[in-house]
T-cell receptor, first 113, second 113 residues
Framework: EAQVTQNPRYLITVTGKKLTVTCSQN?????MSWYRQDPGLGLRQIYY???????DKGDVPEGYKVSRKEKRNFPLILESPSPNQTSLYFC????????????FGNGTRLTVT | QKEVEQDPGPLSVPEGAIVSLNCTYS??????FMWYRQYSRKGPELLMY????GNKEDGRFTAQVDKSSKYISLFIRDSQPSDSATYLC?????????????FGGGTRVLVKP
């Protein structure tokens, strides 16, 4: 089944404790992206990657890191999480042009206390 | 001001009614317009996309774009309880700059049996 898989689904952590949210897609998509979703603010892009070893900032990149060493994986790293990073995070992938469907994972709900 | 604005709702309608959703946007460079549907605890999934101005129909769903007024709409005919979800509009320019989708905040729709 074609899918984007995020892990974990739920994560509670404390301020300053480094964490990684994994994202993997099995559709051979070139483009991958991370979004955060907050009430009233909608989906905001954190980082995106056009292909292996190519990453770029989205609208809200502060406090996050990403890497794209393999085509299928695009982990999101929070080196020193803070409470304002409490959010629902989505990984997405697509191929080709920007109007083609973004395939989303089922989300990771992160709480930072 | 956000680039894409959407009434958060909730919009409550009886089963069988027409659901009317809309977004306004401010960026004249936007050329592609999309509607995503998001069920609770799931990632968004693409419903429809349109290019430039005009209408597009797919089953019970009709998307309209009026670039002159920067207004996009989605109509759902013969609404069903299974249509209860959050609907997100998204816009993107054409070309290299179109690597990013800009989302509205989403409208929550409740279709009551």
């Amino acid at each position: 089944e074609a899918q984007v898989t995020q892990n974990p689904r739920y994560l509670i952590t404390v301020t300053g404790k480094k964490l990684t949210v994994t994202c993997s897609q099995n559709m051979n998509h070139e483009y991958m992206s991370w979004y955060r979703q907050d009430p009233g603010l909608g989906l905001r892009q954190i980082y995106y990657s056009m292909n292996v070893e190519v990453t770029d900032k989205g609208d809200v990149p502060e406090g996050y890191k990403v890497s794209r060493k393999e085509k299928r994986n695009f982990p999101l790293i929070l080196e020193s999480p803070s409470p304002n990073q409490t959010s629902l995070y989505f990984c997405a992938s697509r191929t080709g042009q920007s109007y083609l469907p973004l395939h989303f994972g089922n989300g990771t709900r992160l709480t930072v206390t | 001001q956000k680039e894409v604005e959407q009434d958060p709702g909730p919009l409550s309608v009886p089963e069988g009614a027409i659901v009317s959703l809309n977004c306004t946007y401010s960026n004249s460079a936007f050329q592609y317009f999309m509607w995503y549907r998001q069920y609770s605890r799931k990632g968004p999934e693409l419903l429809m996309y349109t290019y430039s101005s005009g209408n597009k129909e797919d089953g019970r769903f009709t998307a309209q774009v009026d670039k002159s007024s920067k207004y996009i709409s989605l109509f759902i005919r013969d609404s069903q309880p299974s249509d209860s979800a959050t609907y997100l509009c998204a816009c993107t320019p054409f070309g290299a700059a179109g690597n990013k989708l800009t989302f509205g905040g989403g409208t929550r729709v409740l279709v009551k049996p």
